[in-house]
């Protein structure tokens, strides 16, 4: 059974910076790709990025492109999403999930495995 675990949500003033972490158990993550996905009260679950299983292809939202990071370290069964410039709009739910196969996808119904989420909090 998979378990993704999400860290290092918080709370932040703009302009500020988090690094988020997404740790599996019980499967590795070689060989899936993951993405990170974020939901804000009263809005729909929405696509933020998402990283190939060999992180040699990335995809971002347009609304953080430039200023987040997706990237991971196989050997230690994490992925992270460095987040910079962080905007009041940035609040909200931010869950990882495991996609199916290799490809990286902004496709929500590619994810298979989700995990409990971690709250993200820009405020001044």
């Known amino acids: 059974q998979v378990q993704l675990v999400e860290s290092g949500g918080g709370s932040v003033q703009p302009g500020g910076s988090l690094r988020l972490s997404c740790t599996t158990s019980g499967l590795t993550l070689n060989y899936s790709a993951i993405g990170w996905f974020r939901q804000a009260p009263g809005k729909e679950r929405e696509f933020v990025a998402a990283?190939?299983?060999?992180?040699?292809?990335?995809y971002y939202a347009d609304s953080v492109k430039g200023r987040f990071t997706i990237s991971r370290d196989n050997a230690k069964n994490t992925v992270y999403l460095q987040m910079n410039s962080l905007k009041p709009e940035d609040t909200a739910v931010y869950y990882c999930?495991?996609?199916?196969?290799?490809?990286?996808?902004?496709?929500?119904?590619?994810?298979?495995?989700w995990g409990q989420g971690t709250q993200v909090t820009v405020s001044s």
């Open positions: 990283i190939s299983w060999s992180g040699g292809s990335t």
């Open positions: 999930a495991q996609a199916a196969n290799t490809i990286a996808t902004m496709s929500i119904a590619r994810y298979d495995y």
